[in-house]
């Protein structure tokens, strides 16, 4: 799995987030907890949520898809995904996330975490 170089998260994914990344790095099969990962589908250059066991299929495993946030349920990962659809519509005025992330300033080593909480970005 490749991460995008702004990742946004919610309460619980910004806690836990080093926990998160190290069970998608090792692809673990079984967690405690489980967890939806926003991902950026190359072929549509849309953005999509899937539960994170949904992401260990072959298909995946082969063509690693760009994660591009992070949620402990459906409800937040709907609302992140929400949030980064009106952002992007707002700075590109298209729905281009690939062009969306182009346009951020890259990052060198480390990942820049957004986080969401109750539907709002924090800064």
């Not at 836990?16 to 099969?29: F, L, M, S, T, W």
């Not at 072929?43 to 063509?63: A, C, G």
């Amino acid at each position: 799995m490749n991460f995008a170089d702004y990742i946004y998260v919610d309460d619980y994914a910004y806690g836990k987030y080093k926990k998160i990344e190290n069970i998608i790095v090792n692809q673990k099969k079984y967690v405690e907890e489980s967890f939806y990962a926003i991902i950026l589908n190359e072929y549509t250059s849309k953005i999509e949520f899937e539960e994170w066991v949904y992401l260990q299929q072959r298909h995946y495993k082969l063509n690693p898809p760009t994660l591009v946030g992070l949620a402990k349920d459906y409800d937040s990962a709907q609302k992140i995904a929400c949030i980064m659809v009106k952002t992007c519509f707002q700075e590109i005025g298209k729905l281009d996330y690939i062009a969306y992330l182009a346009s951020l300033p890259e990052c060198e080593n480390e990942t820049n975490l957004i986080l969401v909480s109750g539907g709002k970005i924090n800064d």
